[in-house]
T-cell receptor, first 116, second 112 residues
Framework: SAVISQKPSRDICQRGTSLTIQCQVDSQVTMMFWYRQQPGQSLTLIATANQGSEATYESGFVIDKFPISRPNLTFSTLTVSNMSPEDSSIYLC?????????????FGPGTRLTVL | KNQVEQSPQSLIILEGKNCTLQCNYTVSPFSNLRWYKQDTGRGPVSLTIMTFSENTKSNGRYTATLDADTKQSSLHITASQLSDSASYICVVTRSNDYKLSFGAGTTVTVRA
């Protein structure tokens, strides 16, 4: 399995500011994913972060709003820029290593963001 | 329309009782189906993963079933415990691009 940690675990931010969320994995993984989970909703993929290349964003998410860095195979950051109350969500980092022939998907504990 | 529908949206059961959660999906082509448990304020944790050829898989008191013909899955919780209180999420993977489709989850509350 993969153990994932995220920082911060939660934060309360003011409108118009930015927050950078860190994701650390205990093993090297090719692909890392960032998800958003709005209150009472299912998870929505924001982007896929590959080491050495630009992140691939899903429809409805743009790099200017959610810039992502992937400096190495164990670490990634997601920045939520120019925040508004609508950005209040849980943000989750995920990795999908291939174990015993099956692509597993592991999630971090999440970062609970509240924007005032 | 969400390609993964879960029911019920929430349920309350007494400690020691059993319950069954349902998941219907339209995701195609199908690769695998997973059930996750998400405690409040935590990330989802995998309970089971089933491929096309698997009909049932157990993980302790959790038993998942899959009918790939009708595109239905269930998660059965036996002898529920207070620690089973959580959201249970059904996730289906597409085989052509490995994209995940998430259900909205079923919130289970176990009461003493």
């Amino acid at each position: 399995s993969a153990v994932i940690s995220q920082k911060p675990s939660r934060d309360i931010c003011q409108r118009g500011t930015s927050l950078t969320i860190q994701c650390q994995v205990d093993s090297q993984v090719t692909m890392m994913f960032w998800y958003r989970q709005q209150p009472g909703q299912s998870l929505t993929l924001i982007a896929t972060a590959n080491q050495g290349s630009e992140a691939t964003y899903e429809s409805g998410f743009v790099i200017d709003k959610f810039p992502i860095s992937r400096p190495n195979l164990t670490f990634s950051t997601l920045t939520v820029s120019n925040m508004s109350p609508e950005d209040s969500s849980i943000y989750l980092c995920s990795v999908a290593p291939r174990l015993a022939g099956v692509e597993e998907q592991f999630f971090g504990p999440g970062t609970r963001l509240t924007v005032l | 329309k969400n390609q993964v529908e879960q029911s019920p949206q929430s349920l309350i059961i007494l400690e020691g009782k059993n319950c069954t959660l349902q998941c219907n999906y339209t995701v195609s082509p199908f690769s695998n189906l997973r059930w996750y448990k998400q405690d409040t304020g935590r990330g989802p944790v995998s309970l089971t993963i089933m491929t096309f050829s698997e009909n049932t898989k157990s993980n302790g008191r959790y038993t998942a079933t899959l009918d790939a013909d009708t595109k239905q899955s269930s998660l059965h919780i036996t002898a529920s415990q207070l620690s089973d209180s959580a959201s249970y999420i059904c996730v289906v993977t597409r085989s052509n691009d490995y994209k995940l489709s998430f259900g909205a989850g079923t919130t289970v509350t176990v009461r003493a």
